[in-house]
């Protein structure tokens, strides 16, 4: 039995009253008109409330909730969307495989760091002492790009707090077998560095979406926690070229770059310094530099 | 790190992927997911933390699939589990006393959202909505915005059905008041600049 006040109010306007109810609380707002303002406050307030949230549902869903919503089932669907083919470019023969390639270790990162952010830092100043922002196109690839990092560093979180849950080829003992299964349901052959020599064991891969196309993450596992796991996510763009970037969003450190049609991110916990160091060993490996 | 990434756990996501009606519950599932972010921005106060809760709500929605019983609602099941991730990660924040740092991080990321929603009067009301308390908050989304009926909330977030309607009377009378009190303090603001 509701007696009359607020919650008989409230009900009234849910419909949530059975019929006796229902009359009794028309009786009382027909006779009683500050209870009729009452219930006009109320009614008011709940439409401000359903309008508040009501633009949300025409929103873009961020592709990074799709991908989790398919899990691992993801794979058949992306696989067969129209994607762009992006050939990746094989290493020039007798190309030099750079000296800090095998000769750094974790100990000289940091040293690395410095060297590296000093490019970095240069990169970024000429970005801001460059053109403004032009038009419209520039504003549609920021927020292409954005979009992107969110995904990317989605991504990471959403394997790291699965563990193996999500990994759609676990490398077991073989990479490269796991990598030839998964690049079959991407557009392109993606291939793993090897990151041994930062203590880095590749894990497995699974396929992702990166704008609007099928994309790898390479998941890496150490037992070192101020390095791993990390993530590196490879995809097809039609954005131009970037150098080396770093980014931070919701707690991960990103650093993406582009090169001749790829989209690249490195994605973890650990310091800026290492991912400087990983991804520039990650980018002369796959010839993305 | 290496007992995360447990190799044991590997077969079953194997047998996982093998099922057929995978596809399905995932259509189900991205369906659902504008609703879902819907639901957990009225929970979480901003469009990063709720996409979060709607990413963490689907991973956990695949691994307990069977748990969810045909011929019941969907959306509910879902909301619940929504609902039950938010109220944890609530818990754990108040653990390590983490508010004031989030708050923080995430007002800058969602300040494009935020202009936008302040020229269109939104944002008023979903403040209101965020000083509401976690309970209030939950029933004032699944009956008002989602439009659950109160015995449909009441199984999603566990209790009586009178005692989502009290929350929701309390829920929608605190919000007239601050929404008032805010017209009030405005109409002053206005007066005193003329």
């Known amino acids: 039995m509701i007696k009359h006040g607020d919650e008989a109010l409230v009900a009234y306007l849910d419909g949530e009253l059975d019929e006796s109810e229902c009359e009794r609380v028309a009786a009382w707002l027909a006779a009683d008109p500050a209870a009729r303002d009452r219930m006009a406050a109320l009614a008011q307030v709940t439409e401000w409330v359903r309008g508040a949230y009501a633009d949300i549902l025409d929103e873009p869903v961020p592709e990074r909730l799709i991908?989790?919503?398919?899990?691992?089932?993801?794979?058949?669907?992306?696989?067969?969307?129209?994607?762009?083919?992006?050939?990746?470019?094989?290493?020039?023969?007798?190309?030099?495989?750079?000296?800090?390639?095998?000769?750094?270790?974790?100990?000289?990162?940091?040293?690395l760091f410095g060297l590296l952010l000093g490019g970095g830092g240069t990169y970024l100043g000429l970005r801001l002492l460059g053109p403004g922002p032009a038009g419209a196109e520039q504003q549609v690839a920021a927020q292409a790009n954005d979009i992107w990092l969110d995904n990317a560093a989605g991504y990471y979180k959403l394997t790291v707090s699965a563990d193996d849950m999500l990994i759609d080829v676990p490398a077991a003992n073989d990479a490269?077998?796991?990598?030839?299964?998964i690049s079959q349901r991407l557009p392109q052959q993606v291939r793993a560095p090897d990151l041994k020599p930062w203590g880095l064991t590749f894990r497995g891969a699974r396929l992702v979406v990166a704008e609007g196309r099928p994309a790898a993450e390479l998941v890496y596992v150490t037992d070192n926690k101020a390095i791993g796991p990390l993530s590196l996510v490879i995809g097809a763009t039609k954005l131009a070229d970037i150098s080396p970037t770093?980014?931070?969003?919701?707690?991960?450190?990103l650093l993406y770059w582009r090169h001749h049609g790829r989209?690249?991110?490195?994605?973890?916990?650990?310091?800026?310094?290492?991912?400087?160091?990983?991804?520039?060993?990650?980018?002369?490996?796959?010839d993305a530099i | 790190m290496s007992s995360h990434w447990n190799e044991a756990q590997a077969p079953s996501d194997a047998a996982r992927r093998a099922d057929p009606t995978n596809g399905e519950f995932?259509?189900?599932?991205?369906?659902?997911?504008?609703?879902l972010r819907r639901f957990a921005r009225g929970l979480a106060g901003t469009a990063t933390e709720a996409d979060d809760l709607v990413q963490a709500a689907c991973e956990r929605a695949l691994t307990r699939r069977h748990q969810f019983q045909e011929g019941t609602r969907f959306d509910s099941w879902l909301f619940r589990i929504v609902q039950t991730i938010w109220i944890d990660q609530?818990?754990?924040?108040?653990?390590?006393?983490?508010?004031?740092?989030?708050?923080?991080?995430?007002?800058?990321?969602?300040a494009p959202v935020r202009r936008i929603e302040a020229?269109?009067?939104?944002?008023?009301?979903?403040?209101?909505?965020?000083?509401?308390?976690?309970?209030?908050?939950?029933?004032?989304?699944?009956?008002?915005?989602?439009?659950?009926?109160?015995?449909?909330?009441?199984?999603?977030?566990?209790?009586?059905?009178g005692t989502v309607m009290s929350r929701l009377a309390r829920a929608r009378i605190a919000l007239q008041q601050s929404l008032a009190a805010g017209a009030a303090r405005r109409s002053t603001t206005d007066d005193q600049a003329r």
């Open chain 2, 26 to 35: 995932a259509d189900r599932l991205i369906a659902m997911l504008p609703r």
């Open chain 2, 119 to 161: 020229r269109l009067g939104l944002a008023e009301v979903r403040r209101a909505i965020e000083r509401l308390s976690p309970d209030q908050r939950t029933v004032l989304m699944l009956v008002t915005v989602e439009g659950l009926s109160y015995r449909e909330a009441a199984a999603v977030v566990g209790v009586p059905v």
């Open chain 2, 90 to 110: 609530l818990r754990a924040r108040r653990v390590r006393k983490e508010d004031a740092e989030v708050g923080d991080e995430h007002l800058g990321s969602d």
């Open chain 1, 176 to 181: 490269n077998a796991a990598l030839q299964k």
């Open chain 1, 263 to 286: 989209a690249y991110a490195l994605v973890g916990r650990a310091d800026v310094g290492y991912l400087w160091g990983i991804a520039n060993d990650i980018a002369w490996q796959l």
């Open chain 1, 246 to 253: 770093i980014d931070h969003r919701d707690g991960v450190n």
């Open chain 1, 67 to 111: 991908a989790a919503a398919r899990g691992a089932a993801s794979s058949d669907r992306a696989a067969t969307q129209d994607a762009e083919i992006v050939v990746l470019r094989p290493r020039a023969a007798g190309a030099p495989m750079p000296l800090r390639r095998w000769g750094i270790g974790i100990a000289a990162a940091a040293a």
